[in-house]
């Protein structure tokens, strides 16, 4: 460490800064007029940009998306997700509709950390035996009126786990479900799609 330091302090620093090459340094460049800063320069010029129609669909859909929740609850749509003991390929899924992408948040729905702050619970996994209190708490807990979405084949129909003795589930044994997606695992427009149609079921 101290061969190190004293490296560094007896080592001669530049005193001039190293010219940096230009387009007129480089041959075969050729050198164009020069920017010009200030409140007179002439904005640069930008390519027209070209409006789709899938882009105006989608941007239609999100405003309708968003104003048919601030209709409904006058607010976002929240939502608890519960883990009732999956694999975890569900939770990806649904940490994609995070992204910039898909982007609920923007759509007006938002993932909270407590059920007593959820409209909506979203349940993954087959309900194993020991989660089976902790889902029944969270349900509990979550304020009237509520939803129920079962994501995933696990949580709809218990899939491959169904006949496990560690499995009490699929989730309709234990709560009412409004929803349910299939997949293994849905896909995020699939998992969408799915809140969607439990918000427009009417409970809430």
Excluded at 15 to 34: K, L, N, S, Y
Excluded at 114 to 132: F, K, W, Y
Excluded at 176 to 189: K, L
């Amino acid at each position: 460490m101290w061969q190190m330091l004293k490296q560094l302090v007896t080592t001669d620093t530049p005193r001039e800064v190293p010219h940096r090459p230009t387009q007129a340094d480089i041959p075969g460049v050729a050198q164009g007029p020069a920017k010009q800063i200030g409140p007179g320069a002439a904005a640069p010029a930008q390519a027209p940009k070209a409006e789709t129609k899938s882009e105006g669909i989608r941007r239609d859909t999100g405003h309708g998306i968003r104003q048919e929740i601030l209709d409904t609850l006058g607010r976002a749509l929240c939502i608890r997700v519960i883990d009732s003991g999956s694999c975890n390929g569900c939770e990806l899924e649904i940490n994609a509709l995070s992204n910039p992408y898909y982007n609920i948040e923007g759509l007006g729905i938002k993932l909270v950390a407590s059920p007593r702050h959820a409209d909506m619970l979203l349940i993954t996994g087959p309900l194993t035996v020991n989660m089976r209190d902790a889902v029944l708490r969270a349900y509990e807990a979550a304020p009237h009126p509520k939803l129920v979405v079962a994501a995933g084949a696990c949580a709809c129909t218990g899939s491959m786990f169904k006949d496990s003795y560690a499995v009490c589930g699929p989730l309709s044994k234990l709560l009412p479900v409004d929803v349910t997606i299939p997949g293994c695992p849905p896909r995020p427009a699939e998992l969408l799609q799915g809140i969607l149609t439990a918000l427009q079921g009417g409970r809430l």
